[in-house]
């Protein structure tokens, strides 16, 4: 290959480099900056869930988190590899994340039902089932002109967060799959490949056999109870 030729491969290669750290040092500093008042806002969007959740006699657990940088900068390199690129911090949904747990899914529905009707912004509704047991519905949620017309809410306008709400025994099967399948704890993905597939297998295989079979019969079992 002519050097001409290779040399303007370097320099395109060296140029994409250094444009994608620009734009993962931009994003970052950005939201480092926006980040106490993203803090205030997921205290302020868990206390409104929870007062929700109190009023209406839920059984439920809820837990939240704001993002922090080293995790974001995680997700913008995954998502760069898909081809997705993010404009500004205020584009990324989840930088505030909040896990409502309920006993059943019909409290589950009911409760997705109460949140269209009492927050008022903007509201997304997804419903994420996959083959490795978590399922889910996503809400991605911001207050309405009713509580940003209020001096305390205001400066919330713009921002979002992501209401991930299910069950509890999906749950509890989330938690244990993130930390053997998705995060690996044990690093058995590099030191023996064919052991981490097998347990993948088998894992998937309890899912189908037991987890989601459990989920259905205690459904029945509590409609069975209050009907």
């Given at each position: ?11 395109m ?22 980040r ?8 302020a969007?868990?206390?409104t ?14 837990f939240?988190?704001?993002?922090v940088?080293?995790r974001?900068?995680e997700?913008?390199?995954?998502k ?5 690129y ?15 747990v ?30 490795n047991g ?24 713009g ?14 099967w989330?938690e244990i ?9 044990n690093?058995?993905k ?30 029945e ?7």
């Amino acid at each position: 290959m002519p050097m001409g030729i290779i040399e303007n491969i370097i320099s395109m290669f060296n140029q994409r480099h250094k444009d994608e750290k620009v734009y993962l040092d931009t994003i970052l500093t950005d939201y480092k900056n926006k980040r106490p008042s993203y803090e205030e806002f997921r205290v302020a969007a868990h206390k409104t869930l929870e007062a929700l959740l109190e009023e209406s006699g839920y059984k439920y657990q809820i837990f939240s988190r704001t993002k922090v940088p080293e995790r974001l900068e995680e997700k913008l390199i995954r998502k760069r590899a898909e081809g997705v690129y993010y404009y500004a911090v205020e584009d990324i949904e989840d930088l505030v994340g909040i896990r409502v747990v309920f006993y059943t899914e019909r409290d589950k529905e009911k409760f997705i039902k109460k949140i269209k009707n009492e927050i008022g912004g903007f509201l997304k509704v997804k419903e994420r089932d996959k083959q490795n047991g978590y399922k889910a519905t996503h809400v991605i949620m911001s207050f309405g002109r009713k509580r940003l017309k209020l001096s305390e809410y205001k400066h919330f306008r713009g921002l979002k967060s992501e209401i991930q709400i299910t069950s509890i025994l999906h749950h509890a099967w989330a938690e244990i799959e993130h930390d053997l399948i998705y995060k690996d704890i044990n690093n058995l993905k590099i030191q023996n490949p064919g052991k981490f597939a097998l347990m993948k297998q088998k894992m998937n295989g309890l899912m189908e056999k037991y987890i989601k079979k459990a989920a259905t019969e205690l459904e029945e079992i509590i409609d069975e109870s209050i009907s």
